[in-house]
């Protein structure tokens, strides 16, 4: 069985920064990429960035380009997120997901990610 554990998450004022870790416990794996999504009270589960382990491309939401940056070590199926300049609207439970299966569905979507985290809280306030 395959779990994904968050840390890192918090309370922040609004302009600082939270650095966000996603690690495998249990029996590793290989995946093709990872991502973080986040969702807000009433809100549906949004895209957040992910990280493509061949080539090491990383995409990211508009909403957080400039301001949050994905990383990681593929050896380990380790992925960090560091979010810099906090807003408000960044107040979300953020997601850590892993793809170990070849598909045609986007990296932003949900639905290409098999295997998920519990979350961890990230409060910023204003």
């Known amino acids: 069985q395959v779990q994904l554990v968050e840390s890192g998450g918090g309370l922040v004022q609004a302009g600082g920064s939270l650095r966000l870790s996603c690690a495998p416990s249990?029996?590793?794996?290989?995946?093709?990429?990872m991502g973080w999504f986040r969702q807000a009270p009433g809100k549906e589960r949004e895209f957040v960035g992910s990280?493509?382990?061949?080539?090491?491309?990383?995409y990211y939401a508009d909403s957080v380009k400039g301001r949050f940056t994905i990383s990681g070590d593929n050896a380990k199926n380790t992925v960090y997120l560091q979010m810099n300049n906090l807003k408000p609207e960044d107040t979300a439970v953020y997601y850590c997901?892993?793809?170990?299966?070849?598909?045609?569905?986007?990296?932003?979507?949900?639905?290409?990610?098999?295997?998920w985290g519990q979350g961890t809280q990230v409060t910023v306030s204003s």
């Open positions: 249990g029996r590793t794996f290989s995946s093709y990429a």
């Open positions: 997901a892993a793809r170990t299966v070849r598909t045609v569905v986007a990296v932003t979507d949900p639905r290409g990610y098999n295997y």
């Open positions: 990280i493509s382990w061949s080539g090491g491309n990383t």
